[in-house]
Antibody, heavy 117, light 112 residues
Framework: EVQLVESGGGLVQPGGSLRLSCAASEFIFNKYSMRWVRQAPGKGLEWVASINPDGSEEYYVDFVKGRFTVSRDNAKNSLYLQMNSLRAEDTAVYYC??????????WGQGATVTVSS | DIVMTQSPLSLPVTPGEPASISCRSS???????????LDWYLQKPGQPPQLLIYLGSNRASGVPDRFSGSGSGTDFTLKISRVEADDVGIYYC?????????FGQGTRLEIK
């Protein structure tokens, strides 16, 4: 079954760091761009970052630029989101999604990140 | 940034009746390659979003033909011809014409 599984979420203090992982299975990972999308508690969806198939191009929403880094390891079929200088407003469920013909056709179940002291 | 505005934000519907959700963008979403960069997603309770409609009017694999998308430029519509109980959730439009990608606020569909 084609799927994405996020891991690495948890509770972190303001100013701290966390690294999310997204493991892909049953598709040719290195053929697809990938996205991270988040959802704060009780709020809507918010795009965070995207990366192209070979990892040479990255895109970020302004409020995470300089703090978050998206990367991938195609040999391990894995996507990552390194989050530094975390703020309370970064508290959210973070979803990874596969990009196919410009749309997110496969989504993971999400990883919960809570930033609180 | 392109602002996406959905209406209504809440949509109570009787099963078997039709439903319609509007999505308007602050800039045109028509790409020079000949398609609209507008997609619709449904987030059912407790689940991640799922793709319903892509490029304005194309149903994703496995999506019932009760769902249809239309529109071009700045005005788009998602229609459900006959609402079923399983259609409950929050519907989002999203533009991918330019970065930052942006979503509408979401429309919560509930069964009367």
């Amino acid at each position: 079954e084609v799927q994405l599984v996020e891991s690495g979420g948890g509770l972190v203090q303001p100013g701290g760091s966390l690294r999310l992982s997204c493991a892909a299975s049953e598709f040719i990972f290195n053929k697809y761009s990938m996205r991270w999308v988040r959802q704060a508690p009780g709020k809507g969806l918010e795009w965070v970052a995207s990366i192209n198939p070979d990892g040479s191009e990255e895109y970020y929403v302004d409020f995470v630029k300089g703090r978050f880094t998206v990367s991938r390891d195609n040999a391990k079929n894995s996507l990552y989101l390194q989050m530094n200088s975390l703020r309370a407003e970064d508290t959210a469920v973070y979803y990874c999604a596969r990009l196919s013909n410009h749309v997110c056709d496969i989504w993971g179940q999400g990883a919960t990140v809570t930033v609180s002291s | 940034d392109i602002v996406m505005t959905q209406s209504p934000l809440s949509l109570p519907v009787t099963p078997g009746e039709p439903a319609s959700i509007s999505c308007r963008s602050s800039q045109g979403l028509f790409h020079s390659n000949g398609y609209n960069c507008l997609d619709w997603y449904l987030q059912k309770p407790g689940q991640p979003p799922q793709l319903l409609i892509y490029l304005g009017s194309n149903r994703a694999s496995g999506v019932p033909d009760r769902f249809s998308g239309s529109g071009s430029g700045t005005d788009f519509t998602l229609k459900i011809s006959r609402v079923e109980a399983d259609d409950v959730g929050i519907y989002y439009c999203m533009q991918h014409l330019q970065v930052p990608l942006t979503f509408g606020q979401g429309t919560r569909l509930e069964i009367k």
